[in-house]
């Protein structure tokens, strides 16, 4: 990240604080709900399978720039299937950037194509090992390992969701992350029990023992873009909730924190790191913000 970005970050990330401003900061655009994937864990691939047409999502980022946004995601469904009136997804990251963003990332699952050299991070998930990856994403993973090591920069960082399937595999990830071309860190979540997925979640004690690995791998220096001041909050889920400096937009909706946030009782039971580290970070937790600093200038 360059120095600009980060000191204007900064700056709106302390007036937040310290006015206990509830605008939005990061914001996330979903581009469709289409995917060529139908994971185990996944609720929300598929449903309408809609584009949404480039108009409304020039509109949505220029909306969301207004309203204070300055990180910005791009969401799917998978976003590299988004095509709209000759525009492609690079498009959007290019535009989005000359909007005024100061981190755009994608979020994709990597079967397509990775090489996205104007985003600041493609999230690429990864589901653990090659055969557990497999069993929840189909044989995806050598294709994505391909895709990841012929992009043309080094701006990739390792997404995985851990749940009852892959919870032995966290290590095995990070090994990938430190081997393979172009991966710059790892990036956890824990499964989030969307109604039908519930069999995959883990239990409080199980989570514990995925986060006291992942301390310990971040004590060992593995290049890992969590924050392990946040990890008691989410192991125990006692994050607040919502996030009010995240925001979800898809056709023309908007939702605070995520479009999960209309799951009655989901939010106790959230395994997103990103709620918990942002909404604890604008709560005004020390350790979270200096932990924050430390682990992103490290690896954005
Ligand atoms: C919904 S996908 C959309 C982007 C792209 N299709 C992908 O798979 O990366 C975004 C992220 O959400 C994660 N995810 C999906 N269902 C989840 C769940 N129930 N709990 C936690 N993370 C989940 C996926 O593993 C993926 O990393
Ligand atoms: S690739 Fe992403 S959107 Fe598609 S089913 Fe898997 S997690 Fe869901
Ligand atoms: S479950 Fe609740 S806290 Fe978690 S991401 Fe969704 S809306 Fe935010």
């Known amino acids: 990240m360059e120095l600009r970005s980060l000191l204007q970050l900064a700056y709106f990330g302390a007036t937040t604080i310290l006015f206990k401003r509830k605008r939005p900061l990061v914001g996330s655009i979903i581009l469709t709900d289409k995917c060529n994937l139908a994971c185990k864990h996944c609720a929300v691939s598929n449903i309408t399978s809609i584009i949404y047409p480039y108009p409304q999502i020039r509109a949505e980022m220029q909306w969301l720039y207004a309203e204070g946004v300055r990180i910005l995601f791009f969401y799917g469904g998978e976003p590299f299937l988004w095509r709209n009136q000759g525009h492609t997804l690079q498009d959007l990251v290019i535009e989005a950037k000359q909007i005024g963003f100061l981190l755009v990332n994608v979020v994709t699952n990597g079967t397509i194509q990775v090489d996205l050299p104007e985003a600041d991070l493609v999230m690429v998930s990864l589901d653990g ?79 514990q023992a995925c986060a006291n690995q992942i301390e310990e791998l971040i004590d060992a220096d593995y290049p890992i873009l969590n924050l392990k001041s946040a990890l008691p909050y989410i192991v125990n889920n006692t994050f607040p909730t919502p996030c009010y400096q995240c925001i979800v937009v898809e056709n023309g909706e908007k939702w605070v924190c995520g479009r999960c946030i209309d799951i009655e009782g989901l939010c106790a039971e959230c395994g997103f790191f990103f709620a918990a580290e942002f909404s604890l970070l604008f709560k005004g937790n020390m350790k979270v913000l200096l932990d924050l600093f430390r682990t992103y200038l490290k690896y954005i």
């Open 129 to 207: 090992g090659k055969e557990k990856h497999n069993d929840i994403r189909g044989d995806t993973y050598d294709r994505i390992i391909a895709n990841i090591e012929k992009a043309s920069r080094g701006n990739v960082c390792l997404y995985m969701a851990i749940n009852q399937i892959n919870k032995g595999d966290i290590r095995a990830v990070c090994e990938t992350a430190l081997r393979t071309k172009n991966v710059k860190a790892v990036s956890f979540n824990f499964h989030t029990p969307y109604p039908g997925t519930e069999q995959l979640k883990l239990s409080r004690t199980e989570k």
